[in-house]
T-cell receptor, first 114, second 113 residues
Framework: DADVTQTPRNRITKTGKRIMLECSQT?????MYWYRQDPGLGLRLIYY???????NKGEISDGYSVSRQAQAKFSLSLESAIPNQTALYFCATSKGGGGNQPQHFGDGTRLSIL | KQEVTQIPAALSVPEGENLVLNCSFT??????LQWFRQDPGKGLTSLLL?????REQTSGRLNASLDKSSGRSTLYIAASQPGDSATYLC????????????FGAGTILRVKS
């Protein structure tokens, strides 16, 4: 089984719908992240959480919300999806306790908003 | 605003060639620089992490260097193989930005057999 699992892997939905993307990890890491990837722009940070009670906005948090249900689970919600949120979404984890820790990524969720 | 730039955006080489991918960043105050590989339909795989106090890291045929003063890193791939074909991403953990990564847009590498 993958260490960082994202569900669903693919999703097509309509403008205005509420969507939840889920991420679970078996690595025992404290830190979890949500990114989106757009062609030619690399990955951009949406939200991050350094422990269960810590939630922080990233570079592009508008239109998104998150929930850290447990150390192993971090969900990303789009309250009212719009077409420019069509992108590839990645969840990542890393150890806590300071920097210089590599991040470990899930396989991504391809989201299309019609 | 801290930024990471990767050149070239795409590269095509014959099998067996040695190659260099470039990454530049705007602020020398960093914790580390990381190189990732991304295969189509897959997530990112961490290749090498260079801490700010280090000059280079090696893993197999891969060697990454770091020059903080000039804001540059290179990823050297020796004796390239078709299996090396992927997108390579550079990411920097800037001190001012906290324990978060800023990514470049990536270099798409194709190794022809």
């Amino acid at each position: 089984d993958a260490d960082v699992t994202q569900t669903p892997r693919n999703r097509i939905t309509k403008t205005g719908k509420r969507i939840m993307l889920e991420c679970s990890q078996t690595k025992g890491h404290d830190r979890m992240y949500w990114y989106r990837q757009d062609p030619g722009l690399g990955l951009r940070l949406i939200y991050y959480s350094f422990d269960v009670k810590d939630i922080n906005k990233g570079e592009i948090s508008d239109g998104y919300s998150v929930s850290r249900q447990a150390q192993a689970k971090f969900s990303l919600s789009l309250e009212s999806a719009i077409p420019n949120q069509t992108a590839l979404y990645f969840c990542a984890t890393s150890k806590g306790g300071g920097g210089n820790q590599p991040q470990h990524f899930g396989d991504g969720t391809r989201l299309s908003i019609l | 605003k801290q930024e990471v730039t990767q050149i070239p955006a795409a590269l095509s080489v014959p099998e067996g060639e040695n190659l260099v991918l470039n990454c530049s960043f705007t602020d020398s105050a960093i914790y580390n620089l990381q190189w990732f590989r991304q295969d189509p339909g897959k997530g990112l795989t961490s290749l090498l992490l260079i801490q700010s106090s280090q000059r280079e890291q090696t893993s197999g045929r891969l060697n990454a260097s770091l020059d903080k003063s000039s804001g540059r890193s290179t990823l050297y791939i020796a004796a390239s193989q078709p299996g090396d074909s992927a997108t390579y991403l550079c990411a920097v953990e800037f001190m001012e930005y906290g324990n978060k990564l800023v990514f470049g847009a990536g270099t798409i590498l194709r190794v022809k057999s």
